[in-house]
């Protein structure tokens, strides 16, 4: 499997605090049948994006594990005026394994009616984005509508696999169910932070969707998808967006956007 989606790095934000934290991470998620791990540290207002030490953080992580666990670097982007301002100056330093998929976290106590205009403005840089985990955001859960105008500019979702395990409590894992009926979810990934509450695991909720959802759409949100993110090429797993109902979203925004 691969994972997109892990703060597995070492003192630059609120996941591993330390190299041996992060090794035993590293450790977990190559026992759990993990591959490859994106390190996505936050690019928030707590926690500044630091490219140069990023990179050192991850090749010294690398170092260590030699070929068992393949690490690329990300970022965890936080959709604001701010970060919108500085990664116009080198996209790439944000994106996943330096390629075209962006991962983009909204807040979670406001979305701003310019969301739309600012995830174009980041397409418009030759990024591909990634929602990250919209089934923990109380206000998208409470606006199916807006997620489904960015899933038609473009816009991937990843969710998190705790999410599906219930660790996020009842409502958010029924909207994960909810969305896999309808096939609007492009990843799972771990949002892993530690070795305890929030770890690098995937097996136990690869588990789930197979039973549920089949093998082969396991397949395609553990393992091809990511991969794809990861070596930067189109996702092999896209299915149409379905066309749901939804007033505020006339057909005259595409030829807004494209
Ligand atoms: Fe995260």
């Known amino acids: 499997m691969v994972d997109i989606h892990c703060h597995i790095l070492p003192a630059l934000d609120d ?28 690019a928030n207002s707590e926690f500044r994006f630091d490219y140069d030490a990023v990179r050192n953080r991850r090749n010294e992580l690398q170092a260590r594990l030699g070929d068992r666990l393949l690490l690329a670097t990300g970022c965890d982007f936080h959709l604001s005026v701010e970060n919108l301002e500085k990664i116009r100056a080198c996209p790439a330093n944000y994106a996943i394994n330096q390629k075209r998929y962006l991962l983009v976290e909204f807040a979670d106590f406001a979305i701003p009616p310019t969301a739309e205009e ?3 403005s980041l397409q418009l840089l ?14 998208i859960r409470s606006q199916p509508q807006r997620l489904r105008r960015w899933l038609r500019l473009g816009c ?7 999410s599906l395990l219930g660790k996020w409590g009842k409502s958010t894992t029924k909207q994960v ?21 929030r770890p690098l695991r995937l097996r136990e909720a690869y588990a789930v969707v197979a039973g549920r959802w089949g093998e082969s759409m ?22 149409e967006i379905p066309s749901a109902p939804d007033p505020r979203t006339p057909h005259r925004k595409r030829f807004i956007f494209f």
């Open 15 to 42: 996941g591993a605090t330390s190299l041996e934290q992060a090794l035993e991470m590293a450790e977990m998620g190559i026992e759990d049948g993990i591959t490859h791990v994106v390190a996505t540290p936050h």
């Open 126 to 139: 030759g990024l591909s984005l990634i929602i990250t985990h919209p089934e923990r955001n109380r206000l």
């Open 156 to 162: 991937y979702v990843q969710v998190t696999a705790q």
């Open 118 to 120: 600012a995830l174009h």
């Open 218 to 239: 396991a397949q395609s949100l553990f393992r091809e998808n990511p991969l794809a993110a990861f070596e930067g090429r189109d996702l092999p797993y896209e299915p």
């Open 177 to 197: 169910e909810e969305w896999l009926d309808q096939k609007i979810v492009h990843f799972f990934a771990s949002d892993a932070h530690n070795t305890a509450q």
